[in-house]
């Protein structure tokens, strides 16, 4: 039930860009974005609530693909403060709504200088 | 604004020994509070729910429970740690009357329990 993240881990250079997918077996209302830096805890950093939604938080935007069941995490021009964890959350009653979500696994991000 | 604080922050206890770690919320009223755990390089995992004083549901069967015995309080406990047990608590929130529209979770500062 809860969605699979890909990939598991990344490695990129100050500058370059990566992605960062999030999938799922059931169908989507809303996907919820948290970075996590180490020892911290998960910060939010943004919420897809519409098919096709796209946000951006600085250089960092994501889309929502609901007929797919999916949604990408998208770093342009990765700086150092990238570097952490970053986890997808869906709902785990599959309603938009006050309800808890699950979250994948983690991406963890590294950026190195 | 609202504000959520959770303690103790760090924690060492001997295996068998009992737990309780504590969360509050400030600034809204009938909050959905959370208990998720992480263990060491692993995802977080949903282990209790309340959307009211006195409601728990409990995600995964284990030795630890959640009690909620005032409106922005939120508790969890153990009689018996396990080794198993040792990893980082996080309490969060959201919904609520004053609080924030939508479905985003916000965390608090999170407990590092190590089991001995």
């Known amino acids: 039930q809860q969605p699979v993240q890909s990939p598991q881990a990344v490695i990129l250079r100050e500058g370059e860009d990566a992605v960062i997918n999030c999938s799922s077996s059931k169908a989507l209302y809303s996907v919820h974005w948290y970075r996590q830096k180490h020892g911290e805890a998960p910060v939010f950093l943004m919420i897809l609530l519409k098919g096709g939604e796209q946000k951006g938080h600085e250089k960092i935007s994501a889309s929502f693909n609901e007929k797919k069941q999916q949604s990408s995490l998208y770093l342009t021009a990765s700086q150092l403060s990238y570097s952490g964890t970053y986890f997808c959350?869906?709902?785990?009653?599959?309603?938009?709504?006050?309800?808890?979500?699950?979250f994948g696994k983690g991406t963890r991000l590294s950026v190195i200088a | 604004s609202q504000t959520i604080h959770q303690w103790p922050a760090t924690l060492v206890q001997p295996v068998g020994s009992p737990l309780s770690l504590e969360c509050t919320v400030e600034g809204t009223s009938n909050p959905n509070l959370y208990w998720y755990r992480q263990a060491a390089g692993r995802g977080l995992q949903l282990l209790f729910y309340?959307?009211?004083?006195?409601?728990i549901s409990s995600e995964v069967p284990q030795n630890l429970s959640a009690s909620r015995p005032q409106d922005r309080q939120f508790i969890l406990s153990s009689k018996k740690l396990l080794l198993s047990d040792s990893g980082f608590y996080l309490c969060?929130?959201?919904?609520?009357?004053?609080?924030?529209?939508?479905?985003?979770?916000?965390f608090g500062e999170g407990s590092w329990l190590t089991v001995v």
């Open positions: 309340s959307v009211g004083i006195g409601q």
């Open positions: 959350g869906t709902e785990r009653f599959g309603f938009s709504g006050n309800t808890p979500l699950v």
């Open positions: 969060a929130w959201n919904g609520g009357l004053g609080g924030n529209s939508g479905n985003t979770i916000y």
